[in-house]
């Protein structure tokens, strides 16, 4: 079964029609959204699919895909978030608040993301999973899809980074690699996250300009599904 015939079973057939997302202007913000890091990976894994834990509007997933295109790789995109910027930060900071777009009360951001990724003619490939990391680990568990490279900047504090390091490189194919971004004293709780997961793990960790990077022996036995 294709990714799209497995969204199609749990309803999410991508047809973003009655999205009002077609008014809004192309609004491509993001964090360290284009460092170098995102290249290496696509290098290294050549990835057929990316989980990326952690989307908000798209800026790291549209650099992705823009080094897929030049690379002429089929790859394929699971953007998984709340859309609710699940995130303190995201919500004191008057000006990442506005980019939540409440109505009455409710972020409605989503459609944001939907108008970015028809901009930069990227939608086929993009297969947005609106709910939480742990609950979208279980769900594509469940549909039997394997991720060959994961980009983790979803949430930032230690509990959460530790949750999506353990499920998301349990999910990951051996020869796989887990990346992400944060890896800062500005984040200590994604610092102290990373360094005990690469510690228990035995894994060799790359850091730097604020990204962490590791690889899965390609030996390591695959979660069972
Ligand atoms: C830092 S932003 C992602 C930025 C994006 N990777 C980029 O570079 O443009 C973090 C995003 O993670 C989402 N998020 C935080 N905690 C989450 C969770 N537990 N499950 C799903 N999404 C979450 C927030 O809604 C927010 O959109």
Redesign the pocket.
């Known amino acids: 079964m294709s990714l799209a015939q497995k969204f199609s079973s749990i309803g999410l057939n991508r047809d973003y029609s009655e999205l009002d997302f077609q008014s809004l202007s192309p609004d491509?913000?993001?964090?360290?959204?284009t460092n170098l890091v995102f290249q290496r990976a696509f290098e290294l894994v050549k990835p057929r699919i990316v989980f990326?834990?952690?989307?908000?509007?798209?800026?790291?997933?549209c650099h992705m895909a823009g080094i897929a295109k030049t690379m002429d790789l089929p790859t394929e995109f699971i953007c998984?978030?709340?859309?609710?910027?699940?995130?303190d930060t995201?919500w004191i900071n008057p000006e990442f608040r506005k980019s939540l777009m409440l109505k009455g009360g409710y972020p409605t951001?989503f459609r944001q993301f939907i108008r970015n990724i028809h901009d930069q003619n990227i939608q086929d490939r993009v297969y947005p999973l609106p709910?939480?990391?742990?609950?979208?680990y279980h769900l594509l568990k469940r549909l039997g899809i394997t991720p060959d490279l994961v980009?983790v900047?979803?949430?930032?504090e230690e509990e959460?980074v530790r949750t999506?390091l353990n499920l998301y490189y349990s999910a990951l194919r051996p020869g796989g690699a887990i990346f992400g971004?944060?890896y800062s004293a500005a984040w200590p709780g994604v610092v102290g996250a990373v360094n005990r997961f690469a510690a228990d793990n035995s894994l060799l960790l790359a850091t730097g300009a604020g990204k962490f990077f590791m690889q899965k022996p390609a030996g390591t036995q695959a979660a069972p599904t």
């Open positions: 491509i913000q993001g964090w360290g959204s990326e834990v952690g989307s908000w509007k798209g800026a790291s997933l998984i978030d709340t859309w609710l910027g699940s995130n995201l951001m709910m939480t990391s742990s609950a979208a980009y900047d979803a949430g930032h959460e999506d971004d944060d």
